[in-house]
């Protein structure tokens, strides 16, 4: 920690939050609000004479209000920068100056209470969002008695209780009578695994950290009972196998099943009443002192950012990675990555490899000094475009503008656009092209297709990311299928442009199949979305002309699902048969007319 | 495995562009299975494929050197390659197209390995159709390929690292180490996030600070 407080390239501001993010990848914009500390933070030593006659006292958020603190403070004795602090909303002394017997005590002068809110300006090229997590709130789990009975303490808590620089100096002592408890229960997956309450998603330290907690109760305690009510222990990790066994061996009592009920007895103890499903029997345990592991969620601010730079979540709130196996730090918005539990629930030792992977990633980006901007990307053609603002709607990164008012042509920013081509497919006016993928070039392939035999072939769309590559798998896995399809690669199924499936069927084609990632999978943010809508659009105008809807199929197909492509491919030959020359040729004639 | 030349006459416009189509044996991958040389020829038919042959391995050294041989021997002015998947290639032979002096993206693949052979081993004669399909479209799409540049702008050597926890901590080393500078924003007063109120931590049973 120390090491960023002096390290000559690291600039920290604390107490300040990102307010604002522009441009893109290369070169962002970051405005930065920085709050005023009331304290010299290069000058105070940390000497603590200020604190000694301050006259706030108040809980200290640090030990979780186990302890007080003055209205100036030092978060932590090892705190950096290693420089007091006021809680303005809490000090006497500000404005009209009544107090300021801390300015008094200080004697280099370090406090002042004219200092104010900074805005701060940097530009940056690259962005790494590690902005953790926050433990549940279990007082929703109202059963549990937490709040209710003093002597129910959350898992930071107790962290905070053990530990030898907190508020009790490492002892354990049950928070109404001082003294420590001769037993103690762990319930594991406080706000985590459930369907109604906190996450759905297993938080990944929980089970690990009981486990230290009641190595470390054994060492200090080796006389106390502990007992841990479980769902099942995820003890997954290297090493972790280890300790849990050194805890049961220590007589540690794991006990599988959740409280239904907690109740306070006489002396202040707690009443578990649990279903032991090993068993099946319910189970009343006496304990003096009982801990909630707590599960975690994504950071309160995680929102703000995900809009501020137009990032991605799951939909347990965690920020969403570019992909799960190959990207695992990417943020689908190049130039950004994630590090730590910002992107899911994870430990000490996976968010310390997640940011050096992040960094990395940041250097590969950044260590020529220049960014290449990937040349598949669209492209206005100025005279046709009448402004009408579609593509900026549909654009999954912002990188059209449109002044739909003024009536000015749209402008693609190359360096955000990621190349999907869905503004191409949905443009009225034709008048956007998509490099390399141009209406021209793919409707060529369709021609060369559907020209000869079209009756004999299956025209498919296929994106890049995941329908093509789960074709791919198919083949690496000699999945056979019948050989009567032929794909047409764009990079999204966004691409994929209604009059392509207008002229496929003009051409003769008797099926037409378009595919893409599925729903939520999708590589360039959400443009399946305008895929999908594209094609119940199309579906209906069919119904209408009287063409039958079914021989145009829409399948999501990721690049695993090397079986369900050969699937998909059966079906949609057993479709082909289906349709007769006669069809064809009135369809052919509805739409040639 | 003898390789079929079939030259064209060359057409005389020069804005007509000059294909060259290379339909790779894959060894026995994608020769068990279709009849290259078949799709070899039929290709060889269509116009503006100036060359058309059937060839070992593509991507093989030899293989890429006939290759530029004939970029430079009949002025081709772009390539078909019909081999295996994009996804596994496409920068072998994109980087082949530039180091004979021409635009990377006047590159097409035709994938005859894993969406054709391997996938329809039990009718050759389906798949040798297929294949030539499959060049044919190519040879369309080719013909109307521009060449693309990639831009490049300047970019500002430093990381906004949102969030001094353990891993803004970590990422903020790792990137100053390696001489990159960084700006590191904490809302809170200190940094250290979670792990600064944690005594021990597992699984080293360690402090964590
Ligand atoms: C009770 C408990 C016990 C644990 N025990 C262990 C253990 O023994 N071993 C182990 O390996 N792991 C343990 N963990 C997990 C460990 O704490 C996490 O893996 C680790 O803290 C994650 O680090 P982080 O940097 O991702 O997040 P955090 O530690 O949460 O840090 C995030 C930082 O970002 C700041 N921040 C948030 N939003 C913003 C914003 N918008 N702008 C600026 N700053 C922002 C926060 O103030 C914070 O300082 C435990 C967790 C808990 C809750
Ligand atoms: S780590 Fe253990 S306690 Fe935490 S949510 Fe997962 S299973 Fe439950």
């Given at each position: 920690m120390t090491d960023v407080g002096r390290h000559p390239r690291i600039t920290l501001y604390t107490l300040s939050e990102v307010v604002d993010v522009k441009g893109y990848v290369g070169n962002f914009d970051v405005r930065i609000l920085k709050k005023a500390r009331y304290v010299n933070e290069k000058e105070c030593t940390a000497c603590g004479e200020c604190a000694k006659v301050c006259p706030v006292v108040r809980p200290d958020e640090f030990n979780l209000g186990l302890s007080s603190r003055r209205a100036i403070f030092s978060p932590f004795p090892q705190a950096v920068p290693s420089a007091y602090v006021i809680n303005i909303a809490e000090c006497l002394g500000h404005n009209p100056v009544v107090c300021a017997k801390c300015v008094e005590a200080c004697d280099k002068g370090c406090i002042n209470f004219h200092m104010s809110d900074e805005e701060i300006v940097e530009t940056v090229g690259s962005i790494v969002v590690a902005t953790g997590l926050e433990v549940y709130d279990p007082t929703e789990m109202d059963e549990y008695g937490y709040t209710r009975f003093p002597n129910v303490v959350t898992s930071l808590e107790f962290e905070r209780l053990i530990n030898a620089g907190g508020p009790t100096g490492g002892e354990v002592l049950r928070p109404t009578d001082r003294k420590p408890p001769r037993s103690i229960g762990f319930v594991q997956c406080v706000g985590s695994r459930s369907a109604k309450r906190g996450g759905s998603y297993c938080s990944n330290i929980c089970c690990m950290n009981t486990v230290k907690s009641t190595l470390m109760l054994k060492e200090h305690y080796p006389g106390v009972d502990i007992k841990v009510f479980y769902i099942d222990i995820r003890a997954f990790g290297k090493g972790f196998e280890d300790l849990y066994t050194r805890s049961r061996r220590l007589g540690v009592h794991y006990l599988r099943g959740l409280p239904g009920t907690v109740a306070e007895g006489p002396d202040r103890g707690l009443i578990v009443s649990v279903e032991n499903t090993a068993t099946g029997k319910l189970e009343t345990h006496h304990l003096d002192m009982l801990v909630l592991a707590l599960g975690m969620k994504p950071a309160s601010s995680t929102q703000r950012l995900q809009e501020m730079l137009g990032l991605q979540l799951t939909p347990d709130g965690f920020f969403l990675e570019a992909h799960p196996k190959l990207q695992p730090v990417d943020a689908a918005t190049r130039g950004v990555f994630y590090a730590g539990c910002a992107e899911s629930p994870k430990d000490i030792k996976e968010s310390v490899t997640q940011a050096s992977a992040a960094a990395a990633r940041a250097i590969r980006l950044m260590h020529k000094g220049e960014i290449t901007t990937e040349p598949i990307t669209s492209m206005v053609v100025a005279e046709a475009c009448k402004s009408c603002g579609k593509c900026a709607e549909v654009c999954p990164y912002n990188a059209i503008s449109v002044d739909v008012k003024r009536k000015t042509p749209a402008v693609v920013n190359t360096a955000a656009c990621a190349g999907c081509g869905t503004c191409a497919a949905e443009c009225p006016f034709d008048a956007i092209v998509m490099n390399h993928f141009t209406d021209d070039q793919i409707l060529h392939q369709v021609h060369a297709l559907l020209e000869e035999d079209s009756k004999e072939k299956v025209l498919a769309f296929a994106c890049n990311w995941c329908s093509y590559a789960g074709a791919d798998f198919a083949g690496v896995s000699r999945l056979q299928y019948p050989p009567n399809v032929r794909i047409i690669r764009t990079m999204c199924s966004g691409r994929v442009d209604e009059k392509f499936v207008w002229e496929g069927f003009r051409m003769g084609a008797p099926v037409i199949l378009v595919s893409g990632c599925h729903i939520g999978d999708c590589h360039y943010i959400d443009a399946n979305h305008w895929t999908e809508k594209r094609v119940a659009k199309i579906h209906k105008k069919m119904a209408k002309l009287g063409?039958?809807?079914?021989r145009l199929q829409l399948e999501w197909i990721s690049a695993a699902e090397g079986v369900r492509f050969a699937e998909v491919m059966k079906r949609m030959e057993a479709l082909r048969e289906q349709v007769s020359f006669d069809e064809i040729a009135e369809t052919v004639r509805i739409l040639t007319e | 495995m003898e390789a079929t030349v079939l030259v064209k006459?060359?057409?005389?416009?020069?804005?007509n562009p000059r294909i060259g189509v290379y339909v790779c044996h894959c060894g026995l991958n994608i020769a068990q299975t279709v009849d290259c040389r078949r799709v070899a020829e039929s290709t060889a038919l269509l116009s503006d494929v100036i060359v058309s042959k059937d060839i070992g391995y593509a991507c093989s050294e030899p293989g890429q050197q006939q290759i530029k041989d004939d970029i430079r021997e009949y002025e081709l002015d772009r390539v078909v390659v019909a081999s295996c998947s994009p996804r596994l290639h496409e920068p072998t032979f994109r980087q082949m197209l530039q180091s004979s002096g021409l635009n990377p993206y006047l590159l097409e693949m035709a994938n005859l390995r894993e969406q054709c052979s391997w996938v329809h081993m039990k009718d050759p004669e389906g798949a040798t159709r297929k294949a030539q399909d499959l060049v044919k479209m190519a040879v369309s799409r080719i013909r109307l390929l521009q060449p693309l540049q990639e831009d490049t702008l300047p970019l500002t050597p430093r990381t906004l690292v949102i969030g001094g926890g353990v891993a803004g901590i970590q990422a903020a080393l790792d990137l100053a180490d390696n001489g990159y500078d960084v700006v590191l924003v904490e809302k809170?007063?200190?940094?250290?996030?979670v792990m600064a109120q944690l005594d021990k931590t597992f699984p080293t049973m360690d402090c964590s600070i």
């Open positions: 063409i039958r809807p079914e | 006459e060359t057409e005389p416009a020069a804005e809170r007063p200190t940094i250290g996030g």
